[in-house]
């Protein structure tokens, strides 16, 4: 039986949870027990980590890695999404005792997470799930990590995980967001606005390719400079770095060698499924979302671009040089706001619904920094809820309203021309319909419930009295 010397314990060894272990052990002055399906790659942890290796305890078995844990017991769970986590938990429920805490630190559909944690409840066995971002770097250096479960479990985690996230203004960015399945929502909204984030860049550049007809090295200067402005952010910060990169084998920009098939794991089609069965219309997240699925059908679109023609060959109506891409950049941080203000309504409309309390504005101030989508304009909307006003939707908070007014004609100007031109943008375009749907004060629903009430006496409410009326429509 192995001696109990570790504070906590990792299990997977993959790019996530090898190196969040690594953090621990650095950052934390933790001593982590180690353990992976693939043993061999929880043994080379420490042989490829010299100097933290006496911190670092892997295991061959799973029975030897909880042993080596001091109670009550920590284990942090970091595998696939899915079934994978399911079978972790099978196997260590034996060999765990009332008290100890199980966190699934992966990405995890929170619906699963909810399940669990009822599972576990007769158990004893304390359950976390708890959303880390920041991708290999993040887990190493630093993440923004987003807790749910019990508060108390919290109070006894926060020593863990304050010393290994990432810091923003000195403040760690960790925080509990609500019990059961409040860490990994957020984590999955994070990730629904992170697609939709990535997408609005990728349509920019497309506009820059396909519409002025710029190299990726010339549009690198570009993000770099952008990455100074209000659209300051990881995102573009990487944007401009993958831009400027040449492939050494052929000497051309890395990314034109790269095919263009995105992947995707699942979360943010788990936003965008979460968002629908609350009535929200995360509508950037949807098109993005939907274009990853369209960017993964090459063959297809190769055979539509032989039938009806690639993008349009005549001229833009896009400005070229400053006149255009200022013009870009605006649309961009426009449509931006957008995609944030249906992420945020959507964290909003869960918490109400499943009465989480969700710190809305805590939670922009834990992406602030470690996490993919940080940025600068996670400050202001940080500072929207903290005004202590309702917010009933960023699109309607003080501090964003002249920015959307001032950019509305920008991204206006961006979604026509690129239609004009067959250039697709369907986040961006998804962005100005969503505004000028949520900003039109008579809609056109009315219609849809008369044909309602013609077909399926489903029966309707009218703007000069109150009630619900069926009308006697003629028959068709
Ligand atoms: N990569 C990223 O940027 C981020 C990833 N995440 C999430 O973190 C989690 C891990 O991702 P990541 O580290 O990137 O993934 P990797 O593919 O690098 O590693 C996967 C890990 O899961 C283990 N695993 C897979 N299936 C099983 C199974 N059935 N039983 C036991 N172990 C299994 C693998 O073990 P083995 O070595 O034996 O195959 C490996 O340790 C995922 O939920 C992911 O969505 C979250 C934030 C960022
Ligand atoms: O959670 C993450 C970042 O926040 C992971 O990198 C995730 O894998 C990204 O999602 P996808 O693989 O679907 O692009």
Known sequence: MSEAVADLGVLGMGTMGANLALNFADQGGFTVALFNRTVEKARRVPADNPELASRLAPADTLQAFVASLKAPRVVVVMVNAGAPVDEQIEHLVPLLSPGDILIDAGNADFNDTVRRDAALKDSGILFVGMGVSGGELGARHGPSIMVGGDEAVWQRLKPLLEPIAAKYEGS??????????????????????????????AEIYGIMRDALTMTAAE???????????????????????????????????????????AGQKGTGRWAVIEAQKLGI???????????????????????????????????????????????LEAALETAKIIAYAQGYATMAEASRAFSWNLPLGEIARIWRAGCIIRSVFLDDITKAYETGETVVNLLQAPSFTSRVAAGEGALRGVVAKAALAGVPVPALSAALAYFDDYRRARGTANLIQAQRDLFGAHTFRRLDKEGTFHHHWPAV
């Not at 957020?186 to 629904?192: Q, S």
């Not at 995360?282 to 032989?306: D, K």
């Not at 039938?307 to 109506?317: A, H, K, L, N, R």
Request: charged share 20%; glycine share 10%; proline share 4%.
């Open 172 to 201: 760690p960015c960790v925080a509990w967001l609500g019990p059961d399945g409040a860490g990994h929502f957020v984590k999955t909204i994070h990730n629904g606005i992170e697609y939709a984030d990535m997408q609005m860049i």
């Open 219 to 261: 549009m690198a200067p570009v993000f770099s400079r952008w990455n100074e402005g209000g659209l300051s952010s990881y995102l573009i910060e990487i944007a401009a770095v993958t831009l400027k990169e040449v492939d050494p084998e052929t000497n051309q920009a890395m990314v034109d060698v790269i095919l263009d098939e």
């Open 281 to 327: 219309g995360a509508t950037t997240l949807e098109a993005a979302v939907s274009a990853r699925g369209v960017s993964s059908r090459r063959n297809e679109r190769l055979a539509a671009a032989r039938i009806y023609g690639g993008v349009s060959t005549e001229p833009s109506g896009f400005a070229a040089g400053e006149v255009g891409l200022s013009e």
